[in-house]
């Protein structure tokens, strides 16, 4: 399954009247057509890594709608391949990382607590460098795009 083909297919299962129990039909429809492929299509195709994603944090339906959502923005608004492999985990992750931030920005977490989060993060080396170099008005502002899963100003503010 494509990038293209996954965001068409979570936006239409996230359209649904039955969102959660789609999303997990579609995820298991992805899971089998994986199986049944070879392994260098599924070595070359980036979008199975957000189905592997998505299905492991399938524990609640809230969780996996909030990240549904996440994905499916993040494969529809991105302007590039180059960039949804950069923000594929951090997107997944918004949640937790917003968390993080208005901890941050509430006074309870350090500057070194923020800065070892995200270095313990599965995020590519180039992102977590530049968000360890952001100002107080960059976080600020990536406090906002975290929130509002703003794509195009996550990748101007990680310049992907």
């Known amino acids: 399954m494509t990038s293209a083909e996954l ?10 009247s ?5 999303v997990r039909r579609l995820l298991r429809e992805a899971i089998v057509a994986r199986d049944i492929g070879t392994v260098r299509e599924q070595a070359l195709d980036g979008s199975w890594w ?5 299905d492991a944090i399938g524990d609640s339906d809230e969780r996996l709608l909030e990240a549904s ?11 590039s391949e180059r960039s949804i492999l950069s923000l594929h985990e951090l997107v ?9 931030l208005t901890r941050y920005f509430d006074g309870r977490v350090s500057r070194t607590q923020l800065l070892s989060f995200i270095a313990e ?3 590519e080396s180039a992102v977590k460098d ?3 170099e952001l100002s107080q008005p960059e976080l600020r502002d ?3 795009a975290t929130g509002k899963v703003d794509i195009e100003r996550l990748e101007q503010l990680l310049q992907i």
């Open 50 to 54: 957000l189905v592997e994603r998505l």
């Open 130 to 132: 530049t968000l360890c």
């Open 92 to 100: 997944v992750d918004g949640t937790r990382l917003h968390q993080v």
């Open 121 to 123: 993060q599965h995020w």
């Open 7 to 16: 965001c068409t297919r979570l936006g239409a299962a996230l359209s649904d």
């Open 142 to 144: 990536l406090l906002d």
């Open 69 to 79: 959502r996440a994905v499916h923005r993040l494969l529809d608004t991105a302007s």
């Open 18 to 22: 039955t969102p959660a129990a789609s």
